[in-house]
């Protein structure tokens, strides 16, 4: 049983997958590399299971997920005592390393000394969403919610990953499904067009974005693609019937990859809310009425902090104004 696992062999598993190697999470811990890595063998020992792949960075297991997610609750659940008792000082690792410790500290009156501890969250984002309406969610807790935001910035198909895994206690993800023990509330759609500069329709669709060659022309033109994990594009093009098969240009930075387009050096798939934030140029829209809408989803421990959920219900009321 989980209660049965030695609580400091727990979160040394924790700050090892956090710190990615045994040297770091040691120089975390004030012990040796050789004490992190007894600690975890004698914890998988205990488990009579493998709990950690010995890469760099290190990783849990699928076992190992559940130890991270245990010990990650079982920090917070401490911060939050620790918080409601009046202690002061450095507590767990709730959403990294560093966990709930920062200490801020003032007078109050009489000239005592006032110690506060924050605490972390730790949320998986997508770069799109990252980059245009998640930092009205962040701009709302300021100092006096005593809250460290540990952003995560992943691909909206790959957030539960992160979740999954342990390493974050939230996420915006385009799945509805819950990943287990985590519980899911819709936050919109991010409405995607494909676009480019009237130059670039110049050079490259001649017929114009109306033609019945459109597929075939844009299948040979320049693409801007955002990562290797990137769908979007080449899915789009799927659905006119063409394969991609001209030159990719990879600029994984959401402002690079919307300053490539309006430089002319390709056609992409731009979401709304950042042309209508950020846009400079003038863009056509190559295949009008085709859009593409990527459902986003907020997922999260079941059992969590309840500042968590607050942030939660504060990206579903902004999402809810910014996005379709």
């Known amino acids: 049983m989980m209660t049965d696992l030695p609580l400091d062999h727990v979160r040394t598993l924790l700050v090892a997958v956090d710190a990615g190697t045994f040297e770091a999470a040691a120089r975390v811990l004030h012990v040796t590399p050789s ?29 190992g997920v559940a130890v991270v997610r245990f010990a990650r609750q079982l920090a917070w659940l401490e911060d939050n005592a620790r918080a409601e008792l009046g202690l002061t000082g450095a507590a767990g690792t709730a959403g990294g390393i560093g966990g709930a410790d920062g200490v801020e500290t003032g007078s109050e009156g009489g000239g005592g000394e ?15 969403s990252l980059s245009t309406w998640f930092p009205e969610v962040t701009a709302r807790f300021g100092a006096e919610s005593a809250v460290c935001f540990d952003l995560h910035r992943e691909d909206q198909d790959h957030t539960d ?36 500069t009237h130059g670039f329709v110049r050079r490259w669709l001649p017929d114009g974005v109306a033609a019945t060659e459109l ?6 033109a ?26 990719r240009h990879y600029l ?50 079941k059992l969590a902090p309840p500042m968590l959920t607050e942030v939660g219900a504060v990206a579903a009321e902004i999402a809810a104004r910014r996005l379709p």
């Open 35 to 63: 004490a992190v890595s007894q600690r975890i063998k004698a914890l998988e020992q205990r488990t009579g299971r493998v709990l950690l792949v010995r890469s760099k960075p290190l990783r849990p297991t699928e076992s």
């Open 114 to 128: 006032r110690r506060r501890t924050w605490q972390t969250l730790s949320i998986a984002v997508n770069s799109d």
């Open 161 to 196: 990953e992160l979740l999954r895994s342990g390493l974050v206690m939230a996420a915006i993800s385009s799945s509805p499904k819950p990943v287990q023990g985590c519980a899911v509330r819709p936050l919109g759609h991010m409405r995607y067009r494909a676009v480019a």
């Open 215 to 220: 597929a075939a022309a844009l299948s040979v």
């Open 222 to 247: 320049p693409i801007i693609i955002f990562n290797r994990k990137d769908d979007l594009q080449d899915s789009f093009l799927r659905g006119l019937g063409a394969p991609a098969s001209g030159p």
């Open 252 to 301: 994984p930075a959401t402002d690079a990859f919307l300053y490539a387009v309006e430089s002319g050096l390709g056609w992409g798939l731009i979401p709304d809310v950042q042309r209508k934030q950020f846009g400079q140029v003038e863009l056509v829209e190559l295949a009008p009425g085709r859009t593409v809408d990527v459902p986003l989803y907020w997922q999260q421990w």
